[in-house]
């Protein structure tokens, strides 16, 4: 692979040239650089589909470092859970609350959690659970509903963990992370940036921008790494399972309106088809998306995830989110907030403790008020960007009158993390077989878990936020045979071939 040209000296190296250079940019830019608006690594976004369009500009890149699976480096592929909280600024007790949770002043804090962990899970996915506890109601027209058991009678604690304080006649899950990837990439259209910078970018699936109320600076958040979608079913499944790891040819990938949301191709994409996604790929760009990185492209600081995106610490959320704590230790009668501080107080005083950014909107909603619309780099009269300054993708901004949603919102907790290849099979305890079978783990039935084996059962590594399963990749285990599926024509639900049933349906395959 291109990436073992480099020595583990050479490339121990290289992250700390980078983690030095993004030190140095951070103190140079002072308060201008906040958790949200902009935490210092380069990045770039994916153009967003335009307005009544079908599908957005593709981005031609070249991922580097393994994939999250076989994740070695700081620097390889990783998945992080990831959320931006609007919490109440300087409320350190309950008896702070101001009246009106709803249009009190926030401010926004990114907060990536743990992974989720059914067996051992963390304090702070032990009170969203409390929180967030539930039954279903099959009968609630259209399709059965959740019924939740706090949403009444502790009203403000409810939504401020559902909605981020803003009563919700719509659970939107404020607090509930997106399960995101994050890739090294170089793009193709940003190459004279990378020849300048020496650096790969961090791919986005969104850049916002606006201008805070009664302000003149602009401010950025940016939508951190790509989504599920993106990553597993469409670059892992649709390009990677062919062709092989990623480092050794370019790929294409864009928006759709909709579903599935997202579409990855191999650089290779008939010339005719690219037209019609608005590229014009020459022949000596396809020479070169097929071609092995070049040493120039091997010798790019890569960026250091682990340093750059570290679980948020228990310091943070005592000082932002601590009051929540106390509420729920008030309300439903729980010990969260001691805990929390003890926790807290274990933590090295060395780390920080960043000032996030502002929601100027006042309205309880993590999303910043306005949005401003931008303009690509080459469109501006301005000075050449900065070394170690990300470049702008070029797809205007998204209208903020009609925000467009890029995936499916996330109603259920993220599941099971994907498996090792090399890991050995087993039935997967985390996984709640019998909520699955009734219906009560995420509003659908799989009615044939009920008749799989344990062996089938191994063979799933946990379920999806669209309700799909995610299977192991190999089967069996250290075979290096691919695990086949086949798809149900009759509900279109994937399963493995070597499945005597349909997981969904309870369909028996005739032999």
């Keep these: 692979m291109a990436y073992s040209r480099m020595s583990q000296a050479e490339k121990e190296e290289a992250y700390q040239r980078a983690k030095a250079g993004r030190a140095e940019q951070i103190a140079a830019a002072g308060s201008t ?37 076989q994740r070695k480096d700081p620097t390889d592929a990783k ?41 051992r899970p963390s304090l702070l996915w032990r009170l969203h659970d409390k929180v967030m506890e539930y039954r279903w109601d099959p009968n609630i027209k259209p399709k059965g509903a959740r ?138 760009t396809l020479k070169r998306a097929a071609a092995p990185i070049t040493d120039e492209e091997a010798s790019y600081d890569l960026i250091d995830f682990d340093a750059s995106y570290p679980i948020t610490s228990f310091r943070q959320i005592h000082a932002k989110l601590g009051y ?6 008030r309300d439903l009668g729980t010990h969260f907030y001691d805990e929390l501080r003890t926790l807290a107080d274990e933590e090295s005083p060395d780390q920080d403790i960043t000032e996030d950014a502002e929601d100027e909107s006042s309205s309880g909603t993590s999303i910043p008020g306005v949005e401003k619309e931008w303009t690509p780099p080459a469109a501006k009269a301005a000075p050449a960007q900065p070394k170690a300054t990300a470049p702008i993708a070029s797809a205007p901004a998204q209208s903020p009158a009609a925000p467009k949603v890029d995936e499916p919102e996330a109603r259920a907790p993220a599941k099971t993390a994907r498996r090792s290849d090399d890991e050995e099979p087993e039935a997967a305890p985390s996984i709640p077989w019998d909520k699955l079978v009734d219906g009560t783990y995420n509003g659908v039935q799989y009615l044939g878990v009920a008749k799989l084996t344990d062996e089938e059962k191994s063979m799933i590594l946990g379920v999806n936020e669209d309700g799909s399963f995610e299977y192991v990749k190999e089967w069996p285990i250290g075979s290096g045979q691919k695990c086949k599926t086949m798809k149900n024509t009759a509900n279109q639900f994937y399963s493995p071939a070597a499945f005597h049933c349909c997981p969904k349906s309870g369909q028996e395959w005739e032999d």
């Design 147 to 284: 019924v939740y058991f706090h949403a009444e009678e502790h009203a403000a604690l409810f939504n401020e963990v559902a909605a981020c304080g803003k009563p919700a006649a719509r659970v939107i899950n404020a607090w509930f992370p997106r399960r995101s990837y994050l890739l090294n990439v170089i793009d193709r259209e940003q190459e004279a940036w990378h020849k300048e910078n020496k650096s790969t970018l961090l791919l986005c699936a969104k850049r916002n921008s606006w201008v805070p109320k009664g302000k003149t600076e602009e401010q950025v958040r940016w939508t951190l790494g790509i989504g599920t979608t993106a990553y597993n079913q469409q670059i892992w499944d649709q390009v990677v399972d062919t062709y092989g790891y990623w480092d050794d040819y370019d790929i294409l990938l864009w928006k759709l309106s909709d579903t599935p949301w997202y579409m990855a191709k191999h650089f290779s994409v008939e010339p005719e088809k690219t037209v019609k996604l608005g590229m014009n790929l020459t022949p000596a």
């Design 33 to 69: 650089f906040g958790a949200i608006a902009d935490d210092g690594v380069p990045k770039i976004a994916l153009a967003d589909v335009p307005k009544g369009g079908a599908s957005g500009r593709p981005s031609l890149i070249r991922i580097l470092g393994r994939p999250a699976l």
């Design 324 to 329: 929540v704590f106390m509420m729920c230790d």
């Design 79 to 119: 998945e992080i859970f990831v959320s931006d909280i609007s919490y109440l600024d300087k409320v350190t007790s309950l008896d702070d609350l101001p009246t009106d949770l709803s249009t009190a002043k926030r401010r926004t804090l990114r907060c990536i959690w743990p992974a989720q962990d059914p067996d």
